[in-house]
């Protein structure tokens, strides 16, 4: 009788130990019983043998938490389904529950990001910084969407794609120049000259009424806390960057001293693929930065507009010539016409900015994610002769006729908005649709949620 019973105690081990557990769990579903037999009775036999125990452990399969498991199982055979069976499987049911899991594997359900939260559908996507829909995921995700933060290293707009003059149809600057260090009015006379590509690193602060008109084919970067004091003068040149600079301009004192003075900043003269980004512009005698004369192909993009005080009234009355931004000379400059094509994104029109945030002849401008909390000014975009404006998702806090579509306009005046916020404002908003046909931008673009403008400009905008 003993050795009977030992006989029957080794033949159970023999075979339980046909049906050892998997230790991948739903890791590997490749011997355990929870990805066993497709009967779920454990295995071939469905009986589990004689103890009347199988099946005990695969009923502990967590769901498939994994999700790559069971669906290669092959085990049981011997029809115990294993003591632990796959994670992945369903009461030794071969972890068919587990199969769900395929997204884990990196957000195959990624999708666009409408927020800018995309590829949040997979355990494995990572949402994407910025919006960049599903960095982590195998599903790739969409784009910026509606959602995510314009890339503020990167051209957008009208000096990027959509016109080609003379060959060039976008902006690259000095490309990969070595750099070149400028740190004083010497060295940015001798390097801004001619079509040679160069990219100059300027440190310190430059002071001087006399700076060289910038040449083609150039990047101008700013080091940590450099500023130009003076007049900067883009006329004639095509493809050129200027990035990462303050910008003071020579100031002035009163109505003809202003009128007479040059922009801080002028593109002239048909000057065409120029990106400004990232400076802050101040005090310009006549304006900061002003786009006349054919210039055409511009961007301009994070940087902030301000004036450091007010200066005396100009007019006879209270009103002073804090007028910053302009685009296209005057009504009588036909010859601006067809040229003029300026977006405008993520700027900051700030402190003591009276008009011209900005005043638009002639041009297709196209703005879109900006900011306006210049409180005590006279308007805010001025929609002028012959001109085609586009305003998308900016934010107007505390102004005064943040669209004037009426003073200066004529009949073939357009401007469309949409997605602007006005909080605390008062006068003009409205639409005006003249002879000029609404236009599209022919650039791909990304638009920033309203909301969000505010703070991402202010904290964006200027030197970086």
């Not at 707009?157 to 003379?166: D, F, K, N, P």
Request: proline share 2%; aromatic share 6%; charged share 10%.
């Amino acid at each position: 009788m003993f050795r009977s019973s030992l006989a029957l105690l080794a033949t159970c081990a023999i075979a339980f130990g046909a049906c050892a557990p998997s230790d991948g769990g739903g890791g590997s579903g490749t011997a355990g019983g929870g990805g066993g037999g497709t009967t779920g009775a454990g295995g071939v036999s469905g009986d589990a043998g004689t103890t009347g125990t199988a099946g005990i452990a695969g009923g502990t399969g967590g769901a498939g938490t994994t999700g790559t498991a069971g669906a290669t199982a092959t085990g049981g055979t011997g029809g115990a389904a294993g003591t632990r069976g796959s994670t992945g499987g369903a009461a030794g049911r071969g972890g068919t529950g587990g199969t769900g899991g395929a997204a884990g594997r990196g957000g195959t359900g990624g999708s666009a990001g409408t927020g800018g939260a995309a590829g949040r559908g997979g355990t494995g996507g990572a949402a994407g910084t910025g919006g960049a829909a599903g960095r982590g995921g195998t599903g790739g995700g969409g784009t910026t969407g509606t959602g995510g933060m314009s890339d503020p290293n990167t051209v957008v707009g009208w000096a990027a794609q959509g016109c080609t003059i003379s060959g060039v149809s976008t902006t690259t600057g000095g490309g990969n120049a070595t750099p070149v260090a400028v740190t004083s009015a010497a060295t940015w006379n001798s390097n801004v000259t001619g079509t040679t590509a160069r990219v100059l690193n300027v440190s310190g602060t430059i002071t001087s009424s006399s700076l060289t008109t910038i040449g083609s084919n150039k990047t101008i970067i700013g080091m940590t806390g450099a500023t130009i004091r003076g007049h900067i003068n883009l006329g004639g040149a095509s493809n050129v960057i200027i990035k990462n600079l303050t910008i003071i301009g020579e100031n002035c004192a009163g109505i003809s001293d202003c009128q007479a003075g040059d922009d801080a900043v002028a593109i002239n003269n048909g000057a065409h693929h120029i990106w400004i980004d990232h400076v802050s512009v101040s005090d310009g005698s006549d304006g900061n930065l002003d786009v006349t004369d054919a210039a055409d192909c511009v961007t301009i993009s994070w940087s902030k507009f301000h004036y450091s005080a007010t200066r005396g009234p100009n007019y006879g009355g209270s009103e002073v010539h804090h007028f910053s931004n302009l685009v296209g000379g005057g009504d009588q400059a036909t010859g601006d016409a067809g040229h003029l094509r300026v977006t405008w994104h993520h700027n900051w029109w700030a402190e003591n900015v009276v008009e011209r945030q900005p005043r638009i002849r002639f041009g297709q401008n196209h703005l879109f994610n900006n900011l306006w909390t210049s409180n005590g000014d006279n308007y805010c975009v001025g929609i002028g002769f012959n001109c085609n404006v586009l305003t998308e998702n900016n934010a107007f806090v505390n102004v005064a006729d943040p669209i004037d579509s009426r003073n200066y306009s004529n009949a073939a005046s357009t401007v469309v908005s949409r997605g602007n916020s006005y909080v605390g404002v008062s006068g003009q908003t409205a639409d005006k649709v003249g002879s000029n046909a609404p236009f599209t931008p022919p650039y791909p673009y990304t638009l920033d949620a309203t909301t969000s403008v505010q703070a991402a400009v202010m904290t964006g905008a200027g030197p970086h």
